[in-house]
């Protein structure tokens, strides 16, 4: 079989060679001619698949390693009978480490502890739903909103409440929802003039699901005008071509990386090499496990006399710190001159994103700890080791 793949699909030979030949591209680059005879599509986010791509091709699968399914026209897949994968949740723990990182460094930065906020979710998927229980174990005050939910749900997972609500009501609003423009409930500016407008004075708006879904023109006008808000975008509308008019009214900025950790893309591809040998009757033998020693964290350790503020900043900096990111994308901008396009430098940020690891894969040892720290550690996920 011929294997067409984005050459950031990590792990591609490893999982894939066993299947057919494989041969890789840019995945912005993956055209009608590189589709021509393949018969696996494996791509991310960046690659259009529709009928222009693929109407030519002998394509009979199309496999995203990705959450998301935007950049996927599903009907047309479908009336082609053309079979299709996605990885749904696997990189939802990044996403969420991501948001945690950016209330663990605004609350520094403004003086105040983000659990004692009330946080709106919107969107209460794979990311949403996850973040959504760790908040709740950690005590945090949580509105959410996610009407399509709500109306299917047989027992409700949760109070839901209207997106006026929520946002009238939440300090911080956090969105997770996919970007659609169709059904009852399009998230296409989802945020627009009005709704940005009925954000509370000071309250932290985060953007990781996809840029449309926040007017990102409407914001900048919105912050122009002097409404206090503070924002942490990690996409963009049009990317990888932002509007760097943006850019330094955002607070936390970011190239779509907070579901960039090794483990979620590696998590990616594996579901969608487990579906392919599903669809085509293979047996799926790769495992992870002993294809690649995925970089190792130190352990931590914290005594009785640590603060549950500082435990928990500790762990979560040692593991993932967004600033980073942002400081990395800001100076690479600022080196382009202030008419080119940023494409490139989106791009080269993502595709040479280091080996971020999650939570999870970090032991903290706590000595004599508060149940309350070892709860609050558990509650993101940490791995937690009692000495
Ligand atoms: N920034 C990143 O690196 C990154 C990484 C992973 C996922 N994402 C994006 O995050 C988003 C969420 O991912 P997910 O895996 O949780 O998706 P999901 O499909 O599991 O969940 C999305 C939720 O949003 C709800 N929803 C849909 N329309 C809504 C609306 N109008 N209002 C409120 N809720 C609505 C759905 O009912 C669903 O429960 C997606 O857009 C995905 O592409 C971004
Ligand atoms: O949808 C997803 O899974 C995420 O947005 C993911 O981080 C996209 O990454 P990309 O495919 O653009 O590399």
Redesign the pocket.
Known sequence: MKIVADENIPLLNAFFQSIGDITTYPGREIGPEQVADADILLVR?VTQVNQTLLANSSVRFVGTC???T?HIDLAYLEEQGINFAAA??C??N??VE?VVSVLDVLAEQQGFNWQDKVMGV????????RLYQALIKLGVTCLV?????EATEENESCEYVS?DQLLAESDIVTL?????EAGD???YH?LDAARLDQLKPNAILIN???GA?VDNQALMSSLLAGKPLTVAL??WEQEPEINRQLLPLITIATP?????SVDGKIAGTEMVYRAICRAFGLPSRVRVEGIKPLPKLKALSFSSDASLEEVLSTSIRSVYDVRQDDALFRNSLRALAEDASTAQVFDSLRKHYRSRREFSTVKIKIKKCSGKVSSALKALNFNIVTV
């Open positions: 986010s990705t959450i998301g935007d749904p949740g990189n939802a990044a996403v991501y919107v969107g209460k998927g794979n990311v949403g739903d909103n996610d009407p399509i939910l997106l997770h929802t996919p970007l659609t409930y399009p998230t989802l990781a699901s996809r879904v990690d996409v779509h990386i907070a579901g960039y």
